[in-house]
């Protein structure tokens, strides 16, 4: 089992920066491919980034691209994402994923199965 906490949520006006953090245990870290998704009140959940297992892999939601930044640190059980330039539309509760793999530089993008879910975050961006 492994059990993902994110955090790093809040309230910021827009074009400002927050950084997510999600900190992982159970199991070793670095056996995931990373993910982080977001909700927003009466949408469905979407994409927003991932990383693979080596870190040498992104692929972001073209909404994101050049104002978000994935990374992540495996001595550390952590995975990061970097909003900058936030946009009132960024308004969400984000969450983080883990997708098992072995192959270390697979990115498991919006379709594919992640195996765990943390709790969410809730990011909100005043105009």
């Known amino acids: 089992q492994v059990q993902l906490v994110e955090s790093g949520g809040g309230l910021v006006q827009a074009g400002g920066s927050l950084r997510l953090s999600c900190a992982a245990s159970?199991?070793?870290?670095?056996?995931?491919?990373m993910g982080w998704f977001h909700q927003a009140p009466g949408k469905e959940r979407e994409f927003v980034a991932a990383i693979s297992w080596s870190g040498r892999n992104t692929y972001y939601a073209d909404s994101v691209k050049g104002r978000f930044t994935i990374s992540r640190d495996n001595a550390k059980n952590t995975v990061y994402l970097q909003m900058n330039n936030l946009k009132p539309e960024d308004t969400a509760v984000y969450y983080c994923?883990?997708?098992?793999?072995?192959?270390?530089?697979?990115?498991?993008?919006?379709?594919?199965?992640?195996?765990?879910w943390g709790q969410g975050t809730q990011v909100t961006v005043s105009s």
């Open positions: 159970g199991r070793t870290f670095s056996m995931f491919s």
């Open positions: 994923a883990a997708a098992i793999t072995y192959n270390t530089g697979r990115v498991f993008g919006p379709t594919d199965e992640y195996n765990y």
